[in-house]
């Protein structure tokens, strides 16, 4: 602990060094530059009359001089700080320990080059290791003496680090969702690429899914892969998002995910009609019920018999229509119809469901677990429940299996978590058909005080993307 103490103060001794030292320089330079542009006419003058000019020539010597100490000092730090592994996520968290995120109200915490905060500096990163994160760096430096070598980067660039990963659709979402917020609030600004980190880790991929709802969200992107060679890449602009959602507030999740809905549906050609008000032949609400299965771990150990009551609930419900899906059969477009037209998606705890934001505002979403997550999972279990909150649906509950082998280790959480974390989903015949009852009733409820009420505003924003 103490050697760290010494290693941390060190280390900041070290640091406020070199920063008084680039500082110096810095002042010097623009001191150099100021006299220069004050004194261009009388030493010109001095010069004809010396007939030598020597002097101009002299000062601009001393200017090359010291933009080359400047671009010698630019100091480069690792983008992945092992001292801060322990919290890796809080605060300044590991990737680029050094710099402070900028806060606005109610906003993801950013940081944003170059700025009044980087002192004007523009952010250089040198990091194209795909599998440690200490072998990459970072850097700050001015336009007019970036480091040797560096390859200036035009336009926009959106810099992400992500603790999970860009293939889960779920973390993928969380990584990239504060970036589509800061286009919406940017003047539905375009990136000109992308720079994915994972742990400091470059990674030149996201999942396909991520990658289509990204497309819809930008049209043509690119991930930056350095592959000009090693040397640093400076960006004009640079974003960079560090802390998922952060401390992004329930409005704009809303306002974001409300976008990208809009935007998905936009690119997978569904111009939906005003859904809330969709009746059947009798002049009665529908309401469209999806079971959407998934198959290996966490799918239902007897998905005929779940079918079944869902089959059964379902018909006895006034304007109740089932569909039945196969997750991993369905593309990302396929993913955006089926629950762009769906009230109620009923699911197996899993990345599947991310999808529910497709779903209008105010829909409904039950969830199911094997055995053991609620008493070994931890906070992980609610994902789904802050991703409901998050994109305006309401979560109905879970239901947790409580019938199955026992975790050998009662004792140990994570390895208990680990024991049950893939298993499979059974079935309580009387809890599901009371529960789906319940649901569909409220459903239905709400959809005849719709068809009653004006339509809500958010509701008819689902056909006009806010970018
Ligand atoms: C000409 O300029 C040089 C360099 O600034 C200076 O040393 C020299 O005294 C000048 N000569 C005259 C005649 O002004
Ligand atoms: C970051 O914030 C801390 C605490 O507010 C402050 O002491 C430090 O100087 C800041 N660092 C930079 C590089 O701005
Ligand atoms: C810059 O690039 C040249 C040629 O690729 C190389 O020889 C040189 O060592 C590089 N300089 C730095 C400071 O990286
Ligand atoms: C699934 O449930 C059905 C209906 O209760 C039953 O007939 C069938 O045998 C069950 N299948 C398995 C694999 O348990
Ligand atoms: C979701 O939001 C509701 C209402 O704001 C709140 O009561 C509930 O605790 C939230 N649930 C979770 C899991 O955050
Ligand atoms: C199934 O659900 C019913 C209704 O909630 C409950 O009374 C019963 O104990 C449950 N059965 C099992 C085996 O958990």
Redesign the pocket.
């Known amino acids: 602990m103490e050697g760290k103490l010494k290693v941390d103060a060190n280390y900041r001794k070290i640091y406020s060094r070199l920063l008084k030292c680039v500082i110096c320089i810095s002042t010097l330079l623009l001191l150099l530059i100021l006299f220069r542009n004050q004194n261009l006419t009388s030493i010109s003058l001095i010069s004809r009359k010396n007939g030598s000019g020597a002097s101009h020539s002299d000062q601009s010597s001393v200017i090359e001089t010291m933009a080359a100490k400047l671009r010698e000092s630019v100091t480069f730090l690792p983008l992945k700080d092992l001292r801060f592994s322990e919290t890796a996520m809080i605060g300044n968290t590991w990737f680029m320990s050094s710099l402070n995120d900028s806060y606005e109200m109610n906003e993801a915490e950013y940081l944003y080059f170059p700025s009044e905060v980087s002192k004007g500096r523009l952010l250089c990163i040198r990091g194209r290791d795909m599998s440690d994160g200490t072998k990459n760096f970072y850097a700050l430096a001015w336009r007019e003496s970036l480091p040797n070598n560096a390859t200036l980067l035009s336009g926009l660039t959106y810099v992400s680090n992500t603790y999970y990963n860009y293939l889960n659709l779920w973390h993928g979402l969380c990584a990239m969702t504060p970036f589509v917020r800061w286009t919406m609030k940017n003047k539905c600004i375009k990136p000109d690429r992308w720079v994915l980190f994972h742990w400091g880790e470059l990674e030149i991929r996201t999942g396909s899914w991520i990658q289509q709802l990204m497309l819809a969200n930008y049209g043509e992107f690119k991930f930056e892969g350095f592959d000009k060679g090693d040397g640093p890449y400076c960006f004009e602009k640079a974003v960079v998002m560090r802390h998922d959602l952060g401390s992004m507030g329930l409005d704009n999740k809303l306002k974001v995910y409300d976008m990208m809905r809009c935007k998905a549906r936009e690119f997978c050609n569904l111009f939906v009609p005003e859904r809330s008000m969709e009746v059947d032949e009798r002049g009665l609400p529908v309401i469209r019920l999806t079971l959407l299965m998934r198959r290996g771990s966490r799918s239902f150990k007897n998905a005929t018999l779940v079918t079944d009551i869902f089959s059964r609930e379902c018909d006895r419900a006034e304007g109740c229509v089932l569909k039945v899906f196969q997750s991993e059969d369905l593309s990302f477009c396929d993913q955006v119809k089926v629950m762009t037209y769906t009230d109620v998606v009923a699911s197996p705890h899993g990345a599947q469901l991310t999808n529910m934001f497709f779903m209008d505002r105010g829909s409904s979403v039950m969830e199911f677990f094997p055995k053991g997550w609620l008493e070994h999972a931890g906070v992980g279990q609610y994902a789904h429940h802050w991703m409901a909150n998050q994109s305006g649906m309401k979560h109905q509950g879970a239901w947790c299996d409580?019938?199955g082998e026992d975790c050998p280790t009662p004792k140990d959480d994570r390895k208990c978590f680990l024991f049950h974390k893939d298993g499979k989903v059974g079935v309580?015949?009387?809890?599901f058909a009371?529960w789906i009852r319940k649901v569909l009733h409220e459903v239905r409820v709400s959809k005849l005080e719709a068809t009653k009420t004006p339509i809500a505003k958010e509701q008819l924003s689902n056909n006009v993307c806010a970018c």
Do not use: G, P
Not at 428 to 431: A, P, S, V, W
């Open positions: 409580s019938t309580n015949e009387t809890y009371e």
